[in-house]
């Protein structure tokens, strides 16, 4: 199972940006997935994520109504839309996964995943 994430960079406050998780190893639809994100000297906190066989997607409460979260089936891949960003928004962002279902309420607990992509980092100017 490999989980690649890209679409980071450089953008200042009010920008956007676009994450993408593209997934090999996990067949479509069949898996949990979600974004987290760590700060420097933070903790890692859970972003969003989409759960298989569909449901609510939860959101930390930092980015409601910023960030949309979504997948592609029949490209196996997962996206974080990232509106009006802010300086605090900065960190590296991960994509996880795991191969069954997960409830809503463990859907941003980071030990609910198994695998894990490399992260790209994300930064907000001010």
């Known amino acids: 199972v490999q989980l690649q994430a890209s679409g980071g960079g450089l953008v200042q406050a009010g920008g956007s940006l676009r994450l993408s998780c593209a997934a090999s190893g996990l067949a479509s639809n069949s898996y949990s997935v979600a974004w987290f994100r760590q700060a420097p000297g933070k903790e890692r906190e859970g972003v969003s994520c989409v759960r298989s066989g569909g449901g609510g997607s939860p959101y930390a409460d930092s980015v409601k109504g910023r960030f949309t979260i979504s997948r592609d089936s029949a490209k196996n891949t997962m996206y974080l839309q990232m509106n009006s960003l802010k300086p605090e928004d900065t960190a590296v962002y991960y994509c996880?996964?795991?191969?069954?279902?997960?409830?809503?309420?463990?859907?941003?607990?980071?030990?609910?995943?198994?695998?894990w992509g490399q992260g790209t980092l994300v930064t907000v100017s001010s």
């Open positions: 996880a996964g795991r191969r069954s279902r997960i409830i809503y309420s463990m859907c941003l607990d980071p030990s609910s995943y198994d695998y």
